[in-house]
């Protein structure tokens, strides 16, 4: 095995969208969006080189089945040049808390091969370490069992004081038909898509990413009622745009005679489709609005073949004081499978600034965000 650089678009997003849990996390325009912010960016690929093979054609293979004479051409020695078999993207953030490397939802590859997840661990070290970062912060993409946990404690990686991406998602299973996605829903929800659909609103779609103005603007209403940090209009452009450029990113609007009452911002990559942001008027709150773009996007994503619909983010059923508890119900109302992904893991390279400063203040910092 070897490992290197990537540098082919289509050659990564082959194979990251080749594993079924993947999704745009390890993308290759995630990574276009960071850089276009200024920010370090790492996407590495493990690679075994692949033997030397004769080049016959697919028709002389066919005849020579069939037992018939063909033509012998002088063997020519091709060799591809070789088999991908894990990967993973990460970006550098400069935070005052510890500069680390953040790979959220990778490495992509198979658990079950020790050899590999060795190397891949290993190269993160060595990477860190070059990158001159304090620490490596893993979300892996995979489900919170003993046996996983066991890997990363394997490898030298302990649990993570902070989260990295979303650890606890709600997933709906979009392979179902509509018919059976609405049976299974909440009576709540199914009330409020028949008062949406009574009120006439209208859904409009965008991937024009000046269209992300108006949302921005409406974030920061829903931020003030839902008590989260908003997102800056520079990063929430440059993120739609790097998607929306190859058709991975839409945006979707519900409207009321001319007035927005909620948008939703998807991005579509492999078998998922991600709910990556939304926003609402409290005009959209009281008409049922958001729950009909949820039902567009879906039937948007099964027209490309997607089979998984991510809501994202919910906290635990019993945490009624948490501050996205009612989005939590909201998402619950679908249907979902709760996801627990493993908790985000630390491959420590510099532990004298680590535990005395990120850890720390991420303890801190956690305990009074409730988080």
């Not at 920061?220 to 997102?231: G, Q, V």
Request: some cysteine; proline content about 3%; glycine content about 6%.
């Amino acid at each position: 095995m070897r490992i290197i650089d990537a540098e082919d678009r289509v050659e990564w997003d082959e194979f990251v969208t080749s594993h079924k849990e993947a999704n745009f996390l390890q993308s290759w325009d995630f990574y276009e969006f960071h850089k276009s912010r200024g920010e370090e960016v790492i996407r590495r690929l493990v690679i075994a080189d692949l033997e030397d093979i004769d080049d016959i054609s697919e028709l002389d293979l066919k005849r020579r089945k069939k037992g018939e004479e063909f033509i012998k051409r002088p063997a020519r020695r091709t060799k591809k040049p070789y088999k991908i078999v894990a990967a993973y993207a990460g970006e550098v953030e400069h935070a005052k808390r510890g500069r680390h490397l953040a790979i959220a939802g990778g490495p992509i590859l198979d658990w079950g091969d020790k050899k590999v997840v060795s190397a891949v661990f290993s190269d993160i070290r060595e990477q860190t370490k070059k990158l001159n970062c304090v620490f490596a912060r893993v979300r892996p993409q995979c489900e919170d069992t003993p046996e996983n946990r066991e890997i990363f404690a394997e490898n030298g990686l302990r649990k993570a004081p902070m989260y990295l991406s979303v650890e606890f998602a709600g997933v709906l299973d979009i392979t179902k038909s509509e018919e059976e996605i609405m049976t299974g829903m909440r009576q709540r929800l199914r009330r409020a898509l028949r008062k949406g659909a009574k009120n006439d609103i209208k859904i409009e779609k965008s991937t024009d990413p000046k269209d992300i103005h108006k949302f921005y603007e409406i974030q920061l209403e829903t931020a003030k009622r839902h008590d989260f940090y908003a997102f800056s209009e520079d990063f929430l452009t440059k993120q739609f745009k790097a998607f929306a450029e190859n058709d991975e990113a839409v945006l979707y609007t519900a409207k009321k005679d001319g007035k927005i009452l909620a948008q939703n911002f998807m991005i579509f990559y492999g078998n998922e489709a991600s709910y990556h942001y939304g926003v609402s008027s409290e005009l959209g709150t009281k008409l049922s609005g958001a729950p009909l773009l949820h039902m567009e996007a879906m039937r948007d994503a099964r027209k490309r073949g997607i089979g998984r619909y991510n809501l994202w983010g919910i906290v635990g059923e019993e945490e009624t004081k948490h501050r996205f508890y009612g989005v939590s119900v909201f998402k619950r109302g679908f249907g979902v499978e709760e996801l627990h992904y493993l908790n985000a893991r630390d491959l420590v390279v510099k532990p004298i600034p680590y535990y005395l400063k990120t850890y720390i203040i991420e303890t801190i910092r956690r305990k009074v965000r409730h988080v």
